[in-house]
C-alpha cells in the first residue's frame, strides 16, 4: 500500500511498488486525463506535478510516491469549470487531437505560478518536454501567453 496525496486529497495505491505511477492513476484512481503518449518518458503526454514539479508519469515507480503531493490534470479544472489556461488552448487552438493537451496544460501551470508574463521563449522553454503533432506550437504559444494575461487581469481584479 502507498500512501500519497492526490489532487488535494490523501489516497492510498494498492499496486504494486513498482507500477507505473501513470498506470495507477489511469486504472487505479480512473484519472483518465494523463494520456500515454510513448511511454518512455519522451513525449511528455503523461506530465503531472509531482512536489509542484513536472515530471513525466511513465517514468515514476508507485513506490517513489509515499507521502509525497501529486497533481494531474483532473486537479487543475475540469471540462466543466476550465481554469484560464484550459480556456484559453480551446479558444486559441491550442488543442488539437488532445494527446499532448493535458501535458501541456500542467507544464503551463507550472509556469504560470512563478511567471505570470512570460516569453514567447519562456513558454517554449516550459513546453519544451512536450511533444505535439498537430499544432506546430504557435497556437499553443498564443494560447500560453492570452492565459497568462488573463490571469494578471484576474489578479488586478482582487487587488
Known amino acids: 500500500m502507498t500512501t500519497f496525496t492526490l489532487n488535494g ?29 510513448c511511454g518512455e518518458g519522451e513525449c511528455g503526454s503523461c506530465t503531472i506535478l509531482l512536489d509542484d514539479e513536472p515530471v513525466n508519469a511513465c517514468l515514476v515507480a508507485l513506490g517513489q510516491v509515499e507521502g ?44 504560470l505560478r512563478s511567471n505570470r508574463s512570460p516569453s514567447e521563449e519562456d513558454i517554449r522553454e516550459a513546453i519544451a518536454g512536450n511533444l505535439c503533432r498537430c499544432t506546430g506550437y504557435q497556437r499553443i504559444v498564443e494560447s500560453v501567453l492570452r492565459a497568462a494575461e488573463m490571469l494578471r487581469e484576474e489578479e488586478k481584479k482582487q487587488q
Open 68 to 111: 509525497r503531493k501529486i497533481v494531474t490534470i483532473e486537479g487543475l479544472g475540469s471540462p466543466a469549470h476550465l481554469d484560464p489556461i484550459g480556456k484559453c488552448f480551446v479558444e486559441h487552438g491550442g488543442a488539437q487531437c488532445g494527446i499532448c493537451t493535458p501535458g501541456m496544460v500542467v507544464s503551463v501551470h507550472h509556469l
Open 9 to 37: 486529497q490523501i489516497r492510498t495505491a494498492s499496486s504494486e511498488p513498482m507500477a507505473r505511477l501513470l498506470d495507477v492513476l489511469r486504472e487505479e484512481f480512473r484519472l483518465i486525463g494523463t494520456k500515454e503518449g
